[in-house]
């Protein structure tokens, strides 16, 4: 999908209205045994019960650091330590054009609770959680690209 960046900050497609961009931080939270977390959204959210990475979106004025920071503590109630942009990936959904900003966090400190009333799992290739978010399939393959895994990346 090719998107412009127009004068009044939105990006638009070509040939089609303008849409506001959502920009969301989400963590792939690591373990060292190379498992990632997975969360499911919680009922009453658009794609209730679908599997993806925790996060959110970001508030006016905030980094995608600092608003993966606030999203975590509020939905895991973890304090992540430093974290670094890894990909950024645009989706476009019927409900919103979403651009999604993609962090590894190796390290936080607390332990997990599923404060949103979501469920929790920690997964390797392939993911045995169905069904995964359409926005976050693209992860599991990079991941895939950087473990040289083969084969599906995930089951359903
Ligand atoms: N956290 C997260 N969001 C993702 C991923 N992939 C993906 O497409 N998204 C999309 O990014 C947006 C995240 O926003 P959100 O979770 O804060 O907000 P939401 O749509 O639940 O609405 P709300 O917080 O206003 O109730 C949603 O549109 C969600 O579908 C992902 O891996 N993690």
């Known amino acids: 999908m090719s998107d412009l960046l127009v004068a009044d900050g939105e990006r638009q497609r070509e040939g089609g209205p303008a849409r506001p961009v959502v920009d969301v931080a989400v ?3 690591m373990q060292a045994d190379s498992r990632f977390l997975l969360t499911s959204r919680p009922p009453g959210k658009v794609y209730a019960g679908y599997w993806e990475f925790p996060g959110g979106k970001l508030e006016a ?3 995608v650091e600092q608003a993966l920071r606030r999203e975590l503590q509020e939905e895991l109630g973890i304090t992540i330590g430093d974290t670094q942009l890894w990909k950024t990936q645009m989706v476009d959904y019927p409900h919103a054009l ?3 900003h993609f962090c590894k966090v190796w390290a936080w400190q607390g332990e997990l ?3 949103e009333g979501q469920s ?3 997964q390797d290739l392939p993911v045995q959680v ?3 978010l359409p926005g976050t399939l693209p992860v ?3 991941l895939a690209q950087e473990r040289l895994f083969e084969g599906d990346t995930h089951t359903g």
């Open 61 to 63: 004025g905030e980094t």
């Open 130 to 132: 169905v069904p995964v």
């Open 98 to 100: 979403v651009q999604l």
């Open 140 to 142: 599991l393959t990079w």
């Open 113 to 115: 609770q599923m404060r």
């Open 120 to 122: 929790h799992a920690w």
């Open 27 to 29: 963590g792939v939270l």
